[in-house]
């Protein structure tokens, strides 16, 4: 599975960003699909996960009610979105994309494949 995330910018405190992660594969569906972010000098943290049927999703208690996943595993599309509203300045972060063959984690090396990041700068 390949991984192109897009979709990062920069926007102002309160404003909104929409990510999105294409994978290429036909196998894209049988994997959970995760978000997962790197702030300057900062470990690698997760962000939100979504199961392979889409059914079942998980966030970080630092964006719960302001992030959405959501995923669409039609045959031509084979992506992973995250929307992004409320954004505050300390979601500032290089945002990664990652498919995983286990259960749905938070776990960075669970995750086998990632994509190459995109950029969410938000200014105060």
């Known amino acids: 599975v390949q991984l192109q995330a897009c979709g990062g910018g920069l926007v102002q405190a309160g404003g909104s960003l929409r990510l999105s992660c294409a994978a290429s594969?036909?196998?894209?569906?049988?994997?959970?699909m995760g978000w997962f972010r790197q702030a300057p000098g900062k470990e690698r943290e997760w962000v939100a996960t979504?199961?392979?049927?889409?059914?079942?999703?998980?966030?970080a208690d630092s964006v719960k009610g302001r992030f959405t996943i959501s995923r669409d595993n039609a045959k031509n599309t084979n992506t992973v979105s995250l929307q992004m509203n409320s954004l505050k300045p300390e979601d500032t972060a290089v945002y990664y994309c990652?498919?995983?063959?286990?259960?749905?984690?938070?776990?960075?090396?669970?995750?086998?494949?990632w994509g190459q990041g995109t950029l969410v700068t938000v200014s105060s």
């Open positions: 979504i199961s392979w049927s889409g059914g079942s999703t998980y966030y």
């Open positions: 594969g036909r196998t894209f569906s049988s994997y959970a």
């Open positions: 990652a498919a995983s063959h286990r259960l749905p984690s938070t776990r960075v090396t669970e995750y086998d494949y």
